[in-house]
T-cell receptor
Framework: DAGVIQSPRHEVTEMGQEVTLRCKPI?????LFWYRQTMMRGLELLIY????????DSGMPEDRFSAKMPNASFSTLKIQPSEPRDSAVYFC?????????????FGEGSRLTVL | AQSVTQLDSQVPVFEEAPVELRCNYS??????LFWYVQYPNQGLQLLLK??????LVKGINGFEAEFNKSQTSFHLRKPSVHISDTAEYFC????????????FGSGTQLTVLP
């Protein structure tokens, strides 16, 4: 079975450019999470969706960040304009929100470098 | 609010030696507890989880963890490690019936030496 699929795996861009990261969750999962991982701050939850609706975006660092989930099989995280401090690995994770067991399935991540 | 503390940021250990990675949590209610593993350049994957029942939980790759409610701990153990166990390990907690957010610890880098 296909896991969570993220693209691109690596992105190098210049400061000020728009960056779009994409995620396809596991089929049938109804919750989707975007995390950011850096050496300094560890793993941070940016936003999560339940049934395509954003539930909590309090982790989104600032207005330059936005996330959408137009349907159950696709989500995007956009940074516009990007800054060097946005350099990190961005993970998407999905889960089946049944029984509230909290098990997440992670993608392999998108490594973003902003020059 | 819940929080997770992983007491060791780095744990070096020789191959075939036992290892314990420590995790303490704080929460005002009952919790679910998890250990995730992250191999280099990969996402996190679930090692094991405690939801209820027996406090000793067995996971994949020979790992196990014990839930200790009085000490609010969920330490991860393996009796004999392999080189392939080198990875970062994350402890996480969630609250049943909550909005289902996992709170992760800061991670422990386990390095198995030959």
């Amino acid at each position: 079975d296909a896991g969570v699929i993220q693209s691109p795996r690596h992105e190098v861009t210049e400061m000020g450019q728009e960056v779009t990261l994409r995620c396809k969750p596991i089929s049938g999962h109804n919750s989707l999470f975007w995390y950011r991982q850096t050496m300094m701050r560890g793993l941070e939850l940016l936003i999560y969706f339940n049934n395509n609706v954003p539930i909590d975006d309090s982790g989104m660092p600032e207005d330059r960040f936005s996330a959408k989930m137009p349907n159950a099989s696709f989500s995007t995280l956009k940074i516009q304009p990007s800054e060097p401090r946005d350099s990190a690995v961005y993970f998407c994770a999905s889960s089946l929100n049944t029984g509230n067991t909290g098990e997440l399935f992670f993608g392999e991540g998108s490594r973003l470098t902003v020059l | 609010a819940q929080s997770v503390t992983q007491l060791d940021s780095q744990v070096p250990v020789f191959e075939e030696a036992p290892v314990e990675l420590r995790c303490n949590y704080s929460s005002s209610v009952s919790v679910y507890l998890f250990w995730y593993v992250q191999y280099p350049n990969q996402g996190l994957q679930l090692l094991l989880k405690y939801l209820s029942g027996s406090t000793l939980v067995k996971g994949i790759n020979g790992f196990e963890a014990e839930f200790n409610k009085s000490q609010t701990s969920f330490h991860l153990r393996k009796p004999s490690v392999h080189i392939s166990d080198t990875a970062e390990y994350f402890c996480a907690v969630s609250e049943p019936g909550s909005a289902r957010q996992l709170t992760f610890g800061s991670g422990t880098q386990l390095t198995v030496l030959p």
